[in-house]
């Protein structure tokens, strides 16, 4: 049986019919394949895994032992979870584990890390769309268009560790944020979409957000971000404006509802975050700065369906009016997109 075949069509929520319709082969064909009673020929394989948006590698190659590579460059011993998805003919992973990037429950995992490679879990296939940020809309857009069968694998992310995953071929596009004006060039040619704006500061249980003057001169610890990431960078400028040493004391959060919790939790006096997530536990704010968000797409991946599907939700009211459910966030003109001159 050809469980890869029938878990990318039932993740689409289409039937037998419509996937040969899709892919201009016969019900029947489609039926046999899955079923394990007949091997297509390469016209037909090249179809289906055209209307899957996948590889033939993918759909009809060995069960396990593949290769991969993680989207952020990191080692996955023998044993982790991952979801994975395809850049090209490129297999891509990250890493699913409870609690990571704040998240409360258990991800479905797509594979497991063993010393052969990368072995298959019974129903799993690669997500045809790989994205990596640190905004909420990755989210949000995510879950919308898996409700469509389109399946996004959303990878927690600073801005820096974005763009070199973009200049590394590991994703089809990034969210990247920074001050209006200072955002990093990016590393492929791109097409480029306004998504939000929102302010980066400090947050602590409300009543007590130190101001940069109490951290330069008491030095608790701040609970921080990787030195490529927005948040930390706009940390920094203001410290140094202040003519005191960056170099604080205390632990470095994986995104902004990483930070937010441990400050919660007492991780931390302060941590440095995006407002949203500040408010989203009831956590006091103060801004350093105000920043841009926008949505990169490599030039070479805006005409697959998918990356044409993420782009159209972000102008859509479905994505409007819950993005402006999210206190601090203004997504005026998402999905608008940037022309560079």
């Known amino acids: 049986m050809n469980d890869r075949i029938l878990a990318e069509r039932t993740g689409r929520g289409w039937s037998q019919a419509e996937l040969a319709r899709q892919a201009g082969v016969t019900r029947q064909l489609v039926g046999a394949i899955e079923a394990g009673r007949h091997a297509p020929g390469v016209t037909a394989a090249l179809a289906l895994a055209r209307a899957l948006e996948t590889s033939v590698e993918q759909l009809f190659g060995a069960a396990g032992g593949q290769e991969s590579r993680d989207v952020l460059g990191r080692t996955a011993p023998p044993g982790t979870t991952v979801g994975a998805g395809r850049v090209g003919e490129r297999l891509v992973t990250t890493p699913l584990t409870f609690g990571a990037d704040g998240s409360d429950g258990w991800a479905a995992a797509d594979a497991v890390v063993t010393d052969a490679g990368l072995e298959w879990l019974p129903g799993s296939s690669a997500a045809g769309l790989v994205l990596t940020g640190c905004d909420p809309v990755l989210d949000l857009a995510a879950d919308l268009l898996a409700r469509s069968g389109r399946r996004v694998l959303a990878v ?39 998504v939000a704006r929102w302010q980066v500061g400090l947050t602590a249980p409300a009543g007590a957000v130190p101001s940069i003057d109490e951290l330069a001169s008491r030095r608790p610890d701040v609970v921080q971000r990787d030195a490529g990431a927005g948040a930390q960078k ?53 801004a350093l700065e105000e920043h841009t968000v926008e949505l990169w797409f490599a030039e070479e991946w805006t005409g697959l369906p998918a990356a044409q599907a993420f782009v159209e939700l972000l102008g859509s009211p479905a994505l409007a009016r819950r993005s402006t459910l999210l206190p601090g966030y203004d997504p005026t003109d998402c999905g608008t997109e940037l022309r560079t001159a």
């Open 156 to 194: 927690h992310a600073s801005t820096g560790r974005s763009v070199e995953a973009l200049g590394a071929g590991l994703v089809h596009g990034v969210l990247v944020h920074a001050r209006p004006g200072d955002l990093p060039e990016p590393p492929v040619p791109v097409r480029r979409w306004h």
């Open 234 to 286: 706009a940390l920094v400028r203001a410290l140094r404006a202040a003519g005191a040493d960056v170099d604080l004391p205390g632990p470095v959060g994986h995104g902004h509802v990483d930070v937010a919790r441990r400050v919660a939790h007492g991780g931390g006096a302060a941590g440095v975050v995006m407002e949203p997530a500040a408010h989203s536990l009831g956590l006091g704010f103060v």
